[in-house]
């Protein structure tokens, strides 16, 4: 199939941007690197009457530091999550987990506010910002608001986004001395999506975790916290009847969807499993 027929606009700034969807109504959508989008328009399960091109747009791009956060800009690619200093240094959970996505061509496009506004539950980057406690910054016309990721994704593929809204930035706490991540999924091949897919950062004081925040993906419609899992670690020393507790935990924490492929009981098996592999991992780097 191909896409309906529409207008095409190029923004040059946050402000043209939002006008030009203003003066769409709702009919109108975002492009920046058109990996989920533009599948979309072809199937028709998109089809919007304005295109708005958001990638000629320089406050979107970059990477700085601003104070004790990181501010990543929505129009950074996925690529660049694997080259970029700042990131490497500061935010290594997002290092550490882009070389699962999707395959090089895709990252080459694709945008970390794609991926964040479109909140798939089965991608890698929604599920970090989680784990991170990133604050989600929007621009939309009552001027700018940011969002704690904890509250922004909503339901399957809904957000805190109002129709008119632009995902600005993503700023991310600065990583501390003392902190440790971990990230890995399980799936059938390297770029399909995971059958499940965990990423955590916790601060540690050599075996003990003071505190630690445990994101899931795969596992339900929405990127997921592992609260119960994440109470039964913290305070304590990381042994082996620890973590045990936190993978008994995971029955309180993950709803995963039931699937011709892939049953439910499965898929809580696997993250028990790969929780296990993470929490040794931490362990292991004390």
């Not at 592992?226 to 309180?252: F, N, P, T």
Request: proline fraction near 6%; hydrophobic fraction near 50%.
């Amino acid at each position: 199939m191909k896409a309906r027929a529409f207008s095409y606009v190029r923004a040059r700034t946050v402000d043209e941007a939002l006008t030009a969807y203003a003066g769409a109504g709702d009919n109108a959508r975002f492009i920046a690197g058109g990996q989920s989008l533009v599948p979309a328009l072809a199937l028709r399960l998109q089809a919007p009457k304005i295109l708005i091109d958001i990638n000629h747009i320089a406050e979107l791009r970059g990477v700085r530091r601003e104070g004790e956060w990181l501010r990543i800009g929505a129009l950074t690619r996925h690529r660049e999550m694997l080259s970029e200093p700042l990131i490497a240094q500061f935010a290594p959970l997002l290092r550490a987990a882009a070389p699962h996505v999707a395959h090089p061509a895709i990252r080459n496009r694709g945008t970390l506010g794609g991926s964040v506004a479109q909140a798939d539950p089965a991608s890698e980057f929604p599920a970090m910002v989680l784990a991170l406690d990133a604050d989600i910054e929007i621009a939309g016309p009552a001027g700018r608001r940011r969002v704690r990721a904890d509250d922004f994704f909503t339901g399957l593929f809904e957000t805190a986004l109002a129709p008119g809204e632009l995902l600005v930035a993503v700023h991310v706490p600065l990583f501390e001395p003392g902190q440790r991540v971990a990230f890995d999924e399980l799936a059938r091949r390297r770029g399909d999506y995971a059958l499940v897919g965990c990423g955590m950062i916790a601060s540690c004081t050599d075996d003990l975790i003071e505190g630690i925040r445990i994101a899931f993906f795969s596992v339900g419609d929405v990127p997921t916290r592992a609260r119960r899992a994440e109470q039964a670690i913290a305070g304590s020393r990381l042994d082996a009847e620890r973590i045990a507790a936190a993978q008994a935990a995971l029955v309180d924490d993950l709803t995963p969807p039931d699937s011709d492929d892939v049953p439910p009981a499965m898929r809580l098996h696997l993250a028990r499993v790969l929780l296990g592999r993470l929490l040794g991992r931490l362990g292991e780097t004390a």
